[in-house]
DNA sequence: TATTGTTATACTCTATAACTATA
DNA sequence: TATAGTTATAGAGTATAACAATA
């Protein structure tokens, strides 16, 4: 048996291109990037948060991160404030105009994302979870296996 | 029940970029881009095909697809030759310098990615590959009932 | 010395549309 | 008229490294 694992390769390649285009679709009517959602979407419903605990939960690198956070400020829907604990840090949070944004899309994206799934029954969406979850766990793994190596 | 479907959302995402993430670190160290691999890999034990059949494979747009393949002609590896049936179209093919290096590097890049499979049996790998195909399947048709409303 | 964030560089990909040459 | 591919445009994300301010 060579190479069983290739179809699943495959399959998670070409899931995650239909996800990722099924919902940048709605993210783009919203004039917003998908990057650009996912930082709005991470600090909805937060007082903001450091620059640097932004790009972790976003996965988007510092200076990448920097340029994103820019082009949101530009359109006055985050600002930066000091950190009042540490000088060389600065927190992003939403400004108001970003907040009733965050209130009017993030309810909408989720409402069109749900049309996916009316078919999967609650046991399918528990076992692709697990499954995910195991798939995930195997690359970090691996990655972490090749670090020390 | 309200959006019991989000955690598969997240995990799928954070599935697919820890994959990303462990395939183009190696596809890196070969002085490729992942466009630049997936079209190496597509040409690789084949003749050529035309870039409109490529860029279907490939999910690359057109006009995107153009200027990867001058970045892989550029390098030697890729050689446009005019299609004998129809003026119109170009067809792209490996150079012999191209197919060495899909010769030496596919399958290296294939045991590297095994490594992160060693702890998954056969059925999870079925068990997986269903999923995620009925997760795409579940993508597709939503956008596909989107686009006649 | 180490860390947070910005800046600079250079590239790669993306979306879109106008354009050409064939069909 | 429609199709294959190129070109043009403008943007947006990526990697990387050097840098300033602060810890």
């Known amino acids: 048996m060579t190479h ?5 390769l495959r399959e998670l390649a070409e899931a995650y291109q239909a996800f990722e285009a099924y919902s940048s679709a709605h993210i783009r009517t919203l ?3 998908p990057p650009q959602f996912d930082i709005i979407a991470t600090l909805g419903n937060t007082t903001g948060m450091p620059l640097k605990e932004l790009g ?14 820019d082009r949101l400020t530009d359109k006055k829907l985050v600002q930066r404030i ?18 009733a944004l965050f209130a009017q899309i993030f309810p909408a994206h989720l409402g069109y994302m749900a049309l996916a799934f009316t ?8 076992s692709m ?4 979850s195991r798939l995930r766990t195997a690359f970090m793994a691996a990655r ?5 190596a």
Chains 1, 2 share one sequence.
């Open 56 to 69: 972790e939960k976003t996965l988007i690198t510092k200076g990448t991160l920097t340029g994103v956070v």
């Open 31 to 33: 004039d917003l990037t």
């Open 82 to 99: 000091a950190s009042p604990s540490d000088g060389r840090s600065q927190i992003v949070q939403l400004t108001p105009q970003g907040e």
């Open 144 to 148: 972490a296996g090749k670090e020390q």
């Open 4 to 8: 069983a694992f290739l179809p699943v």
């Open 119 to 126: 078919e999967l029954s609650a046991q399918d969406l528990v």
């Open 129 to 132: 979870e697990n499954n995910l």
